[in-house]
């Protein structure tokens, strides 16, 4: 089978920069057409330089990387140094890069490559606030019918919220542009908190990052080091949530995940539940199915599978 073709919208972030590197170490699987970054856990002038940084770590230098919205679409950027740190990649001691963001904006890359690209062979990743996602469907309606695939991180049911107490981060800082994503019509696959939980960066599994005695493994031992750090003052847990390379790791190997067809409605008024994914996890309406809800993981599979993907860069 040829490898499927994405792109990945992001906002880096520790989390974020391990999904990239996850996929650019399997192109049998992964054709990395363009890396887009938007606001979100550092602003855009970070993102889009630790999205660079993070393509030099991996040594592929030919990944175009677009910046594209520096803040939501209605309301004031929210950001999270302090979960990510002061740079979104606190953790190793990684050069400047050297290489270019791409001319143009990342918006305008995800149209122009939807209209040039086969219809329904481009999957979206997104796995920061979805500013450019919506944004490039409300200037180009076009694009929409040509998206394969939606798979994305954010949201949360059983694990409510994690920036409030009903809303999880990416969802959050742009429910207006999650809104009009899921309710786009595009088939969508959400990475909810409910399993990014359960993917945890433990003592051990740390251990065997570090072990590949690669600068990438050293590096990515270094970054859920620093990030850990949140999730156990918060929650007591084991080790970081790696969140957003269970994206990446569902196109790799979907059958590490179970979840199920149900309708995801985002809150979008309410200031006190703002960005809650509303998610009729029970099947108690009979509002139409949008979005495969992840909720189950094998999360050694998991693990497993990304030590031997990042033992290959
Ligand atoms: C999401 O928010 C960010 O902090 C992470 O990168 C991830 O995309 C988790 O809520
Ligand atoms: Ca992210």
């Known amino acids: 089978m040829s490898p499927r073709k994405i792109i990945i919208d992001t906002d880096p972030g520790q989390d974020d920069a ?3 590197l996850l ?5 049998q699987e992964i054709d990395l057409l363009g890396i887009t970054c938007v606001a979100g856990n550092v602003p855009l002038e970070l993102t889009s330089k630790n999205a660079r940084i993070i393509c030099e770590l991996a040594g592929k230098t030919d990944v175009p990387v677009y910046a594209g919205c520096d803040r939501p679409m209605g309301r004031e950027l929210v950001t999270a140094e302090h979960v990510h740190g002061r740079t979104g990649l606190d953790g190793p001691d990684l050069p400047d890069p050297q290489m270019p963001l791409s001319d143009g904006h990342a918006v305008d890359f995800i149209i122009d490559t939807l209209r040039t690209q086969p219809a329904g062979s481009v999957t979206l990743c997104p796995i920061g606030p979805l500013t450019n996602i919506a944004t490039a469907f409300n ?12 798979v994305l991180m954010g949201g949360a049911y059983f694990e409510v919220g994690n920036v409030t107490p009903t809303a999880e981060f990416n969802i959050y800082v742009d429910p207006q542009a999650a809104d009009i994503v899921f309710t786009s019509g595009v088939p969508i696959v959400a990475m909810p908190l409910d399993v990014t939980h359960q993917v945890l960066v433990t003592k051990p599994r740390n251990k065997a990052l570090r072990a590949l005695a690669t600068p990438v493994g050293t590096a990515v031992a270094q970054m859920t080091d ?6 156990r003052e918060k929650y007591g847990s084991e080790g970081a949530p790696l969140h957003d390379p269970c994206v990446i790791a569902y196109l790799i190997q979907p059958d590490l995940f179970s979840g199920r067809h149900i309708n995801v409605e985002i809150e979008t008024t309410s200031e006190l539940t703002m ?5 009729d996890w029970w099947g108690v309406t009979d509002r139409k199915a949008n ?5 189950g993981v094998d999360s050694q599979g998991f693990f497993d599978l990304l030590t031997e993907r990042l033992a290959r860069l």
């Open 226 to 231: 620093f990030f850990e750090r949140y999730d």
């Open 23 to 27: 996929a650019l170490a399997s192109p």
């Open 291 to 295: 979005a495969t809800f992840i909720g």
């Open 275 to 279: 960005g809650m994914t509303v998610a």
């Open 18 to 20: 391990v999904a990239i």
């Open 139 to 150: 200037k180009a309606p076009d694009i929409v019918e040509k998206v394969h695939e939606i």
